[in-house]
C-alpha cells in the first residue's frame, strides 16, 4: 500500500489530505473489512513528501464529521444514516475528490482503498470493453460491477491507452469483428484481456432450458492464449440453490448449473467464493505462457452438452465421467518485446455480470479482482510485483 501510494503521491503539486470515514468496526456487519481499510490508510501515512495527512474517523460520528460529510456530498443534506457511511476524501489544491462507493462485494480493502485514491488523484485506470453491439443491458450491468475503473467501448479510444481489454460474451449478439485480432496485440505489447463469457448459451424452448451456441462464442480470443473451451456446461454438486414455486409457497433446491467454487486470485491477492452459472469447463493443454488455474469445480462434476433436463426439479445424476475441470484460468503470455509479459483471464460464463449473478457470493469482488490483474494494477502505480 505504501509503494503504490508513493507513487501516486509522486512528484510536485499541492499538498494532498486524505480523510477516510469508516462505520464502527465493533458494531459493523464488515468489521474485518473496515478493519482491514484503516489498516490500509495508516500504511499510507508518510508515503510520499505530499501526502500531508491521512486521517481515519471511525463512527459513531460527532456533528462535526456529519457536517464535512454533507458538506462533500457524502450525505444528503439532510436525513441519511451516517455510522453506516465509508468513504474517501482526498484534498489538494482547490480540489476535492470524494470516493464514497467503497463495499467489500468489490474485492480486498487494500486494493479498494489504492483504487479510490488513485480515482481521486488521477481518475479510474482505463479499461476497454467489446461487447455484442446489441446488448447494452450487459455491458451496462458489467459497468455497475466495475465501478472502480473507466470502462470506454474500444473502437472509441486509441487501444495504447488502455492497461486492459475486457471481452464480454453476452449471447445478445455477435461480438464485433477483429476481436481476437485485438486481444492479440495487447498481449504482444504486455497488456491485459478478460474474457468473460463462454459458447454455449442455455435458452428456453418448448418449456425447458436447452443448450445452444451462443452468438458470441469467444473462443477465437481464447485461443490468442492457447486456450480452448470443452463443449458442454459443468454441473457439479458443490452448488448454489434455487428457489422454485411450490405446492404451498416456495422451496430450495440445489441446483448444479450454478457451480459454487474458490477463485484464488493471481499474484497473492486473496480469495473468494463465486457462483458460476452453466459455465464450460477450460482447456489449457496448448497455451502459449504460464497457466494458473484459478477455481475449478469438485471431483464430483461432470460436463453435460446435452440440451435438456436444466430444470431445478430433475433428478441430477452424472451423464458423464466425474472429474474436476478448470474453470477460471490465468495465462502469463509472453510479450511481443520480451518485456512485461501479456495478462490473459478466462471466466467462463457471461452471467456473472447480470445484477441477480454479481450479488451472489464474492462474485463481484471476483471480477473486480481479475480485471486489477489483467491491468496490472501493480505496474499501473509504478510498483513491481515483487516489491514491496
Not at 499510507?44 to 505530499?50: E, F, H, L, Q, V
Not at 464535512?68 to 451516517?82: F, T, V
Not at 457451480?259 to 469447463?281: D, I, W
Request: proline share 9%.
Amino acid at each position: 500500500v505504501a509503494a503504490a501510494v508513493a507513487s501516486l503521491a509522486a512528484g510536485d503539486g499541492p499538498p494532498i489530505r486524505v480523510r477516510l470515514f469508516l462505520p464502527d468496526p465493533e458494531r459493523s456487519a464488515d468489521s474485518a473489512f473496515d478493519s482491514e481499510l484503516a489498516a490500509a490508510a495508516v500504511a499510507a501515512r508518510g508515503a510520499a513528501p505530499r501526502l500531508a495527512r491521512v486521517d481515519v474517523t471511525v463512527g459513531p460520528f460527532d456533528e462535526a464529521a456529519v457536517v464535512s460529510m454533507r458538506g462533500a456530498g457524502i450525505l444528503p443534506r439532510e436525513g441519511g444514516d451516517p455510522d453506516a457511511v465509508r468513504a474517501l476524501l482526498a484534498a489538494y489544491g482547490d480540489r476535492v475528490a470524494t470516493i464514497a462507493d467503497l463495499p467489500q462485494a468489490r474485492g480486498s480493502a487494500a486494493l479498494q482503498f489504492v483504487l479510490a485514491l488513485h480515482r481521486a488523484l488521477r481518475g479510474p485506470i482505463r479499461v476497454g470493453v467489446i461487447a455484442p453491439r446489441g446488448d447494452a443491458r450487459a455491458a451496462g450491468a458489467l459497468r455497475e460491477v466495475l465501478r472502480d475503473f473507466e470502462l470506454a467501448p474500444v473502437d472509441s479510444v486509441p487501444a495504447g491507452d488502455l492497461a486492459a481489454i475486457v471481452v464480454l460474451a453476452s449471447p445478445g449478439g455477435p461480438l464485433p469483428a477483429g476481436v481476437a485480432e485485438t486481444a492479440r496485440r495487447m498481449l504482444a505489447d504486455g497488456r491485459g484481456v478478460v474474457v468473460i463469457g463462454g459458447p454455449t448459451a442455455v435458452v428456453p424452448r418448448n418449456g425447458a432450458l436447452r443448450q445452444e451456441r451462443s452468438p458470441s462464442d469467444p473462443s477465437a480470443v481464447l485461443a490468442t492464449a492457447g486456450l480452448a473451451f470443452e463443449a458442454g456446461i459443468v454441473l457439479d454438486p458443490s452448488c448454489a440453490r434455487v428457489s422454485v414455486p411450490a405446492q404451498v409457497g416456495r422451496m430450495f433446491l440445489s441446483y448444479p448449473p450454478m457451480v459454487r467454487t474458490r477463485v484464488v486470485f493471481p499474484g497473492g491477492a486473496g480469495e473468494a467464493v463465486a457462483v458460476l452459472a452453466f459455465a464450460n469447463a477450460v482447456r489449457a493443454e496448448g497455451a502459449r505462457g504460464e497457466v494458473v488455474v484459478l477455481a475449478s469445480s469438485s471431483d464430483e462434476s461432470w460436463v453435460e452438452a446435452g440440451g435438456v433436463g436444466l430444470e431445478p426439479s430433475r433428478d441430477w445424476r452424472p451423464s458423464g465421467e466425474s472429474a474436476a475441470r478448470p474453470l477460471v484460468v490465468s495465462v502469463a503470455v509472453p510479450s511481443a518485446a520480451g518485456g512485461r509479459p501479456g495478462r490473459f483471464v478466462v471466466v467462463p460464463t457471461a452471467r456473472i455480470v447480470e445484477p441477480q449473478h454479481a450479488a451472489l457470493e464474492g462474485n463481484a469482488a471476483t471480477l473486480a479482482a481479475l480485471v486489477a490483474w489483467a491491468a496490472d494494477v501493480q505496474a499501473v502505480f509504478g510498483v513491481a510485483a515483487d516489491g514491496p
